[in-house]
């Protein structure tokens, strides 16, 4: 009997120290999944400081045997005055840097991880901004010595059933170059909108309607090096004084120049930039294909062709509404 209690006893026992062995070699693993986990983020904030650094951002990102440390900036030391003068506070020269802590852990890298990226990424689109502005600089400053006109400005009128008109001035890549200024409120109907510079390479183009009912009446104007004007444009072609540049314009009231010089014209133009002039043209013609002038009770006339029909392209447009606002362009015919 005796014997059976002591076995049962040392079975008890080997159970119980089984337990606390078992218990003991989990934490210790825990422990060292843990160091081997800190020690591998630990190593992924060292490749985040290493990138930061690099992409020469200004931010820092430090870190040290327990944590990582991001700069977020200086706060200012503040010292009180005598202790007779308890409402006086001295402000102090120096200024103590403010970190943000992050410990080496997957959640933390993720948050830093993200925090690094857009860093670098604000940064290089900073500098790519820095670096376009100086390129436009330059550019600009290129274009007024060569005699290329500067402050331009524009009436926009969005008076239908009235008067309309508006300016674009269409780079040679085929987007329409943004207004430097306006004048006036461009929330009105009437304001002007105004640039600094005109580039070579630019067209300026125009489209007016003096009521709803009246034909559309379409410009278009362009400045080139006096050299580069082919022989059978220089009859009108109109040299500018005290500059190197001619000036070619076409409108809807002129009469129609011939084949010949509506093609070489069309090759001082990019296609992007034409394709630029067809679709502006569609979205014209779609605002005002089927309007009937609610004061004279005549329809609009369609546009006769745009632009386009002024460097001898044949364009018919046939505009269905999809969703809201947006149209297809359809049966374009081009007899380039």
Same mark, same amino acid.
């Given at each position: ?5 002591? &076995? &049962? ?21 825990? #422990? ?26 200004? =931010?820092?990102? %430090?870190? +040290? ?16 005055? /005598?202790?007779?003068?308890? /409402? #006086? ?10 970190? +943000? ?25 900073? =500098?790519?901004?820095? @670096?376009?502005?100086? +390129? ?13 006109? &500067? ?5 926009? %009128? /969005? ?19 943004? %207004? ?19 580039? !070579? ?8 309607? &003096? ?20 022989? #059978? ?7 500018? !004084? ?18 010949? =010089? ?12 034409? #394709? ?46 999809? +969703?809201?606002?947006?149209?297809? @362009? ?7």
């Amino acid at each position: 009997m005796g014997n059976t209690r002591t &076995s &049962s006893a040392k079975y008890g026992s080997l159970e119980a120290g089984m337990a606390v062995y078992d218990a003991k070699t989990a934490q210790q693993q825990t #422990e060292l999944n843990q160091s081997i986990s800190k020690e591998y983020y630990r190593n992924r904030f060292c490749e985040l400081g290493r990138r930061l650094a690099a992409a020469n951002t200004g =931010q820092i990102l %430090r870190v +040290e045997d327990n944590y990582a440390l991001w700069l977020e900036g200086y706060g200012e030391e503040f010292s009180f005055g /005598d202790e007779d003068d308890d /409402d #006086e506070i001295c402000g102090g020269d120096n200024f103590t840097p403010i970190y +943000e802590t992050y410990s080496f852990t997957s959640e933390s890298y993720t948050t830093c991880n993200s925090k690094v990226n857009q860093a670098i990424m604000l940064h290089q689109a900073n =500098q790519l901004c820095h @670096v376009l502005q100086e +390129e436009r600089a330059t550019r600009l400053a290129e274009a007024a010595e060569l005699g290329y006109p &500067s402050n331009l400005h524009f009436l926009h %009128r /969005d008076n239908d059933p009235g008067p309309s008109c508006q300016t674009w001035i269409i780079q040679d890549c085929g987007i329409p170059r943004i %207004r430097d200024y306006y004048v006036g409120d461009p929330e009105s109907r009437e304001f002007h909108e105004g640039w600094l510079q005109l580039l !070579p390479g630019e067209v300026i183009v125009s489209w007016e309607k &003096s009521c709803l009912s009246g034909p559309h009446y379409f410009r278009l104007e362009t400045y080139i090096d006096l050299a580069a004007v082919p022989q #059978e444009l220089k009859c009108i072609a109109e040299t500018m !004084p005290s500059t190197t540049l001619a000036h070619l314009s076409l409108d809807s009231w002129m009469p129609a120049i011939s084949a010949k =010089q509506q093609k070489s014209l069309r090759g001082l133009f990019s296609t992007a930039l034409m #394709e630029c002039l067809g679709d502006l043209q569609a979205h014209i013609d779609c605002a005002y294909r089927d309007a009937i002038d609610p004061i004279y009770g005549n329809p609009s006339p369609n546009i006769a062709g745009g632009w386009l029909a002024l460097l001898g392209i044949k364009q018919t447009y046939v505009m269905e509404v999809l +969703e809201g606002e947006e149209f297809a @362009v359809e049966d374009v015919e081009d007899d380039m």
